[in-house]
């Protein structure tokens, strides 16, 4: 693997410099010139108007692998996390089977390496199945060759109080964390999208907030209860958001993620009957996703996570009640999250940088991610043009599915290049083919 000098960056939105990177880390920052390299084989890459970022950590990424390749594959997923700029994903345990046994998880996290285009973490399951009666084999996913932190039945909320409890006494033991998906299911019994006026004049039934808050309130008082630390999955509205912010208050070990749709959609999207907009937690009012925005920016709510989840057509181009929910996410995230925190061109970079990389690589135990180019630093970054928009085009997505609720919108900021311990995975706006050394 050769040497690369990144040349005029901007890092992080704080000033110019060069970075050479060698042997996988950062070696030298400053004013290094490429002549002085002569004979090193270095190879230059001109970053001249781009911002260098740690490259971005994904605490919710759907890769269907075991078990649903013709939606993603582990590789296909984390190619398209490359392009979207993400250097690690955590990937959700919903697979078929289900991720909760050493096996799958070790299995997982062997398909990513092989891929080579972004770290692969799993999560484990809190369940058996997800099935939300049982305990999974937590300790076991936790000693395994994957060690496993992260713990959840996203898709499914762990409903049982008890189990609950049970599982955030059981990881505080080794420091792991429970990832909620924060949903009372007797509220939301044959919900379709959010409960509103918009809900009532199309006559579909509601999932309304409260199912989302009530789970919230009562895990922040388990969590406070066992010491442990819990974390929320795409939360989606304002009441969440106070929820969250007085527990932090507080004290409690309390982290949430906000999802890129619903910084950006509200449940109007839902008139038009396109199931590419049904997704859970539902799209909601215009008023959550400006709370959602503020609590971002402020730091209440800790990361912007993708629940990336690719579908194939006869699960998500069929009548509304029939599709399943979720959405593509990995490729058009950092655009969305540029956008949500004030635009291209006055966005703090620093905040993004820690809302999409350093919090959640922090979160997740990522010890070799959310790392600034310091000397020494992993060389796990993303260069993004500021400057450049771009159109979303489906056929054009890495992702093996095409459920993106954005196609043909203009969106802020493309990814230039992404490097995984100094090598690239994104060259010039395009996937490397090659990944491995
Ligand atoms: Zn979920």
Redesign the pocket.
């Known amino acids: 693997m050769s040497d690369i000098l990144i040349k005029g960056a901007d890092l992080v939105g704080k000033g110019r410099s060069d970075v050479l990177i060698s042997g996988g880390r950062v070696a030298e920052t400053g004013s290094i010139t490429a002549a002085s390299l002569k004979g090193t084989g270095a190879e230059v890459v001109d970053a001249d108007g781009l911002v260098l970022l740690p490259g971005l950590v994904d605490l919710h990424t759907h890769l269907r692998e075991p078990g649903r390749e013709d939606a993603e594959t582990v590789r296909s997923g984390t190619r398209a996390a490359a392009k979207g700029g993400y250097t690690a994903v955590c990937a959700m345990a919903n697979s078929y089977p289900v991720a909760d046994t050493a096996g799958v998880v070790e299995q997982v996290a062997a398909l990513g390496r092989a891929a080579g285009y972004a770290d692969v973490q799993p999560i484990g399951a809190v369940s058996v199945g997800l099935g939300g009666e049982r305990l999974a084999e937590i300790g076991a996913m936790a000693h395994s060759a994957a060690a496993v932190s992260m713990f959840s039945d996203?898709?499914h909320c762990v409903s049982d109080a008890r189990l609950m409890r049970r599982a955030l006494e059981y990881v505080k033991t080794f420091d792991g964390l429970i990832a909620q998906?924060a949903e009372e299911p007797r509220l939301t019994e044959g919900a379709q999208m959010n409960e509103g006026t918009v809900s009532a004049e199309l006559g579909l039934p509601g999932w309304p907030s409260v199912a989302e808050e009530s789970i919230i309130a009562r895990d922040v008082l388990l969590a406070e209860y066992t010491g442990a630390r819990i974390h929320f999955?795409?939360i989606s509205t304002r009441r969440s958001v106070d929820i969250i912010r007085e527990a932090k208050a507080r004290g409690v070990a309390v982290t949430a993620e906000v999802c890129p749709h619903h910084l950006l959609l509200t449940d109007e999207a839902a008139r038009s009957y396109d199931p590419v907009f049904k997704v859970?937690p539902p799209l909601r009012r215009e008023a959550d996703v400006l709370a959602l925005r503020a609590a971002l920016a402020e730091g209440v709510v800790d990361a912007v996570a993708t629940?990336h989840a690719p579908h194939a057509p006869q699960d998500k181009d069929c009548e509304w009640a029939a599709a399943r929910p979720g959405m593509l996410g990995l490729e058009t995230a950092l655009s969305i999250s540029v956008l949500a925190l004030g635009g291209p061109e006055d966005v703090d970079w620093d905040v993004v940088a820690e809302r999409t990389s350093r919090t959640p690589a922090r979160i997740a135990r990522l010890e070799g991610h959310g790392h600034d180019p310091i000397a020494g630093a992993p060389a796990n970054f993303t260069l993004v043009d500021p400057a450049r928009s771009w159109t979303v085009v489906p056929a054009e997505l890495a992702s093996l599915s095409r459920n993106t609720p954005y196609a043909g919108m203009e969106l802020p900021v493309t990814i230039q290049a992404t490097f995984l311990r100094g090598r690239a995975t994104v060259l010039e706006g395009k996937l490397v083919e090659e990944t491995t050394v």
């Open positions: 996203d898709g998906h999955c795409h859970n629940d």
